[in-house]
Nanobody
Framework: QVQLVESGGGSVQAGGSLRLSCTVS????????MGWFRQAPGKEREGVAR????????YYSDSVKGRFTISQDKSKNTMYLEMNSLKPEDTAMYYC???????????????????WGQGTQVTVSS
C-alpha cells in the first residue's frame, strides 16, 4: 500500500522560510501528478501547488505564486515545497497528494484520485 509522508512543518515568523517534503513510500510507485494542499481551521482545503512529474510542469495558486516553489527529486521519490516570504495567512495544515493519472482540471484530479499524506502543520506568526 502506497503511503505519502510529509515532513518539514513548523513555526516561523512572518517573512521566514520553510521547506516541506513529501516522500512516497513505495519505490515502485511513480506518480504522474503530485501536489500540495492546505487547510486552515474553519476553511476548505485549497490547492497550493502541483507538478506534472513527467513534464515537470508546475501550477500555483495565486496566493502563493512567486513565494512558493514546488519541485521533485525522482531518485528519492520525494516532492518538495519551498516556502519563502511566509505570511500569517499561510498558517494551515499542509497535505500532499499524488496519483498516477494526468494532472487534469488543475486541482480536480488530485482531489478525486489522490492518495493523501497525514499532513504537517505550518504556523506563521506576525
Amino acid at each position: 500500500q502506497v503511503q505519502l509522508v510529509e515532513s518539514g512543518g513548523g513555526s516561523v515568523q512572518a517573512g521566514g522560510s520553510l521547506r516541506l517534503s513529501c516522500t512516497v513510500s513505495a519505490t515502485t510507485y511513480s506518480p504522474y501528478c503530485m501536489g500540495w494542499f492546505r487547510q486552515a481551521p474553519g476553511k476548505e482545503r485549497e490547492g497550493v501547488a502541483r507538478i506534472d512529474t513527467g513534464r515537470s510542469s508546475t501550477y500555483y495558486s495565486d496566493s502563493v505564486k512567486g513565494r512558493f516553489t514546488i519541485s521533485q527529486d525522482k531518485s528519492k521519490n520525494t516532492m518538495y515545497l519551498e516556502m519563502n516570504s511566509l505570511k500569517p495567512e499561510d498558517t494551515a495544515m499542509y497535505y500532499c497528494a499524488a496519483h498516477r493519472s494526468g494532472c487534469g482540471g488543475i486541482w480536480d484530479s488530485l482531489r478525486r484520485l489522490g492518495t493523501w499524506g497525514q499532513g504537517t502543520q505550518v504556523t506563521v506568526s506576525s
